[in-house]
C-alpha cells in the first residue's frame, strides 16, 4: 500500500496534463530477470497496437539501469508511434504513473 505526498500528486498532475489526453497505458520493458524479458521488436508491435487500434498514448516505465534502458529504447526506435519516455525514475514516480494508468 503506497500512498503519495502532495509532492508527489502535484507532479503526477503535471505529468499527466502534459499528455494528450487519451488513456494512457505503460510498458515497463525490463525485469529483474534478463531471461524472463520480452523482445523490444514485440513490444513495438504492442506500443504500436495499443496507440494505433485501442488509441492509447504509451509510456515506457521503468528505472534507470543500462539494460532496461537499452531496451526501451530500442521499443522507442522501433515503435512507429513515439512513446512517452517516462524511464530513468525512482521506484515511487514508477508507481505513481502506473495507479493513472489506464
Same mark, same amino acid.
Given at each position: !500500500?503506497?500512498? #503519495?505526498? $502532495? %509532492?508527489?500528486?502535484? *507532479?503526477? =498532475?503535471? #505529468?499527466? +496534463?502534459?499528455?494528450? /489526453?487519451? $488513456?494512457?497505458a505503460a510498458i515497463v520493458p525490463a525485469s529483474a530477470n534478463a531471461a524472463k524479458d520480452w523482445p523490444a521488436d514485440r513490444w513495438a508491435v504492442v506500443a504500436d497496437a495499443l496507440a494505433e %487500434? #485501442? &488509441?492509447f498514448e504509451v509510456a515506457l516505465v521503468g528505472g534507470p539501469g543500462a539494460r532496461e534502458v537499452a531496451i526501451a529504447r530500442e521499443i +522507442? =526506435?522501433? +515503435?512507429?508511434?513515439? $512513446? @512517452?519516455?517516462?524511464? &530513468? =525514475? /525512482? @521506484?515511487? !514516480? @514508477? *508507481?505513481?504513473?502506473l495507479e493513472r494508468c489506464a
Open positions: !500500500r503506497i500512498t #503519495f505526498s $502532495p %509532492d508527489e500528486r502535484r *507532479a503526477q =498532475d503535471e #505529468f499527466l +496534463a502534459a499528455r494528450t /489526453g487519451r $488513456p494512457l %487500434d #485501442f &488509441g +522507442a =526506435d522501433r +515503435a512507429r508511434h513515439t $512513446p @512517452v519516455w517516462a524511464m &530513468g =525514475d /525512482g @521506484v515511487r !514516480r @514508477v *508507481a505513481w504513473i
